[in-house]
């Protein structure tokens, strides 16, 4: 059984052919219903005829002879008792299956008035049983009551019959025109109950197809709602509106918003016209900001007309950053363990020894410049080792939740404590109340102490006083942490900008060119972005952008 089947059965009402809790036969169905007052409307259409007949003076003469009190009687009753029920007691009436029988008994009583009234059945009232049968298998669920009124109406034929018999106003050979009459009864009876209960079992289908349907179409908006991947719908044109929340988030696009594909991504729309014409899918990853997440798109069209609309499915394109991450540090994580052990041990010879010929006394001076460019650069070397070996090392995060409030001002303190010169690191946080983001507290501490060596050494090259500023703002959706290390030196020139995260790029001649690749890296690999920005005041900054933790919004 699926799922919507499932949801369909809860949804079903309950079988029409058992009885409610009272004992009393159930309600009508809506359709049975309709039924009911299109054989009201009849009814009051023949009691408004008969009346007619009876008292207009063009057709009074057609019923001369008929007992006028009984025919005037029937007419009567079927009027009064139809016009009562096209009211509000039509609705409780029609609403139970004993009601309904018992308004049938009446209306055969009624026609049995009028077909005596008007002379038996060669007066042509007859005809009305036939109605009043028809409606009993069509009105009542149960086959006994539908047939015990075909009898009741075969047995007032019968008796009116004999009763003229008897009084002479009929031979007997009427009485087999009665038993024709009454063997029509019962087979329009029998005939009609089969399809009413065919066409119940038709209409049950339905039903139960369109609670499907209704079922399906639930699941399928909760699946496409709580879909991770972002759908867009898409025309010929490149006009999409977004179709679920991960779109809206991903794109940033509000709820029902209708843009062009131009608006949101230029590198999107030509990917999108590109499979048009050529109807090659080549996902290739894309972003909206340098520093928003990467993202990559593939399209689904609808039908065959590509001109038309079609879907395009938005994946975040960081989970698979992350492994090949994860794959890459592996990988240098050995080639590294190797490189190290082979080049540690000769350096620290070679370091060594300079430092042995330094303090011999036996080395001149011009020499001994020499010797202190070899124990330098030797150091360099040794720091690069330790550098590559540290991101190599790199274990798989271990998050924790950490509140950016009470934990920043911790560390900076910590930070400037084991710092070797004064500095001074002020800190800016939008809001009050409580920044909670899910990290690797180790990582973090990695990323922001590189960060801030980076933007130290850049204010005091530039002669400013070694000092930073770090601000902790939220994104305008407040689902994102925006942590901006702001330094007060030049910058980063416009032609380094592509080479920035680069391993052992550098532009300072003490720099490894390791430090921002190995922020880079981290923050890949704890789900978080790394990005070099100018501030509205041309300052020069590094951004890292973060998800603001949702369980504690």
């Known amino acids: 059984m699926t799922i919507a089947s499932s949801i369909a059965d809860k949804a079903a009402p309950a079988s029409q052919g058992q009885l409610t809790s009272k004992g009393e036969l159930p309600s009508v169905t809506p359709a049975t219903g309709r039924l009911f007052v299109i054989y009201n409307g009849y009814r009051m259409l023949?009691?408004?005829?008969?009346?007619?007949?009876?008292?207009?003076?063009?057709?009074?003469?057609?019923?001369?002879?008929?007992?006028?009190?009984?025919?005037?009687?029937?007419?009567?009753?079927?009027?009064?008792?139809?016009?009562?029920?096209?009211?509000p007691l039509g609705g409780k009436v029609r609403a139970s299956q004993t009601r309904v029988f018992g308004l049938l008994l009446v209306d055969i009583t009624v026609i049995a008035l009028v077909v005596g009234a008007t002379g038996g059945i060669l007066s042509g009232f007859s005809v009305l049983y036939l109605i009043t049968v028809a409606a009993a298998a069509t009105l009542l669920n149960e086959r006994v009551l539908a047939t015990f009124i075909a009898a009741l109406a075969v047995l007032a034929v019968l008796m009116d019959t004999a009763w003229m018999v008897n009084r002479g106003e009929a031979t007997l050979g009427m009485m087999v025109s009665a038993g024709l009459l009454g063997s029509l009864l019962f087979a329009l009876s029998l005939l009609v109950q089969i399809?009413?209960?065919?066409?119940?079992?038709?209409?049950?289908?339905?039903?139960?197809?369109?609670?499907?349907?209704?079922a399906l179409q639930q699941l399928n908006e909760q699946i496409i709602s709580h879909m991770e991947t972002g759908i867009l719908l898409a025309d010929g044109t490149g006009a999409a509106s977004c179709v679920n929340g991960a779109a809206q988030r991903l794109l940033g696009l509000a709820e029902g918003e209708a843009t062009h594909l131009l608006n949101i991504s230029p590198e999107?729309?030509?990917?999108?016209?590109?499979?048009?014409?050529?109807?090659?899918?080549?996902?290739?990853?894309?972003?909206?900001?340098?520093?928003?997440?990467?993202?990559?798109?593939?399209?689904?069209?609808?039908?065959?007309?590509?001109?038309?609309?079609?879907?395009?499915?938005?994946?975040?394109?960081?989970?698979?950053?992350?492994?090949?991450?994860?794959?890459?540090?592996?990988?240098?994580?050995?080639?590294?363990?190797?490189?190290?052990?082979?080049?540690?041990?000769?350096?620290?010879?070679?370091?060594?020894?300079?430092?042995?010929?330094?303090?011999?006394?036996?080395?001149?001076?011009?020499?001994?410049?020499?010797?202190?460019?070899?124990?330098?650069?030797?150091?360099?070397?040794?720091?690069?080792?330790?550098?590559?070996?540290?991101?190599?090392?790199?274990?798989?995060?271990?998050?924790?939740?950490?509140?950016?409030?009470?934990?920043?001002?911790?560390?900076?303190?910590?930070?400037?404590?084991?710092?070797?010169?004064?500095?001074?690191?002020?800190?800016?946080?939008?809001?009050?109340?409580?920044?909670?983001?899910?990290?690797?507290?180790?990582?973090?501490?990695?990323?922001?102490?590189?960060?801030?060596?980076?933007?130290?050494?850049h204010s005091e090259d530039e002669g400013d006083c070694s000092?930073?500023?770090?601000?902790?703002?939220?994104?305008?959706?407040?689902?994102?942490?925006?942590?901006?290390?702001?330094?007060f030196g030049l910058g980063v020139a416009e032609h380094n900008l592509t080479r920035l995260f680069e391993p052992f790029f550098t532009t300072s001649k003490q720099g490894s060119g390791l430090g921002l690749y190995l922020c880079k890296e981290l923050c890949e690999i704890n789900g978080a972005r790394l990005a070099y920005r100018r501030t509205r005041l041309e300052e020069s900054a590094f951004r890292v952008t973060i998800d603001r933790e949702r369980s504690t919004l």
């Open 467 to 487: 000092r930073l500023r770090l601000e902790v703002t939220l994104d305008s959706r407040g689902e994102q942490v925006l942590l901006d290390v702001v330094d």
């Open 268 to 457: 999107l729309a030509n990917q999108y016209q590109e499979w048009r014409e050529t109807e090659d899918d080549r996902p290739e990853p894309f972003r909206l900001a340098d520093d928003g997440p990467t993202m990559v798109a593939s399209f689904v069209s609808l039908n065959d007309n590509l001109n038309k609309d079609n879907l395009i499915f938005i994946e975040d394109y960081t989970p698979v950053t992350q492994f090949a991450q994860s794959l890459k540090l592996n990988s240098l994580s050995k080639l590294t363990a190797s490189i190290a052990h082979e080049i540690r041990n000769p350096l620290g010879a070679i370091s060594h020894a300079a430092q042995l010929l330094t303090e011999s006394g036996t080395v001149e001076e011009s020499d001994r410049l020499l010797c202190d460019i070899l124990v330098s650069n030797s150091r360099r070397v040794s720091d690069i080792i330790d550098n590559v070996s540290e991101v190599s090392r790199r274990e798989a995060p271990k998050p924790k939740i950490i509140e950016l409030n009470n934990w920043l001002p911790d560390y900076l303190d910590e930070y400037q404590s084991l710092h070797q010169r004064p500095c001074e690191i002020v800190l800016r946080i939008q809001d009050d109340t409580g920044i909670f983001i899910a990290v690797d507290p180790e990582h973090f501490k990695r990323i922001l102490a590189n960060l801030f060596d980076n933007g130290l050494r």
């Open 195 to 214: 399809m009413a209960s065919r066409l119940a079992a038709a209409e049950a289908e339905a039903t139960e197809a369109q609670a499907t349907v209704q």
């Open 46 to 87: 023949v009691g408004l005829s008969l009346l007619a007949v009876l008292i207009l003076p063009a057709t009074r003469q057609l019923v001369a002879n008929f007992d006028g009190t009984l025919f005037g009687a029937g007419a009567a009753v079927l009027l009064m008792t139809a016009l009562l029920l096209s009211g």
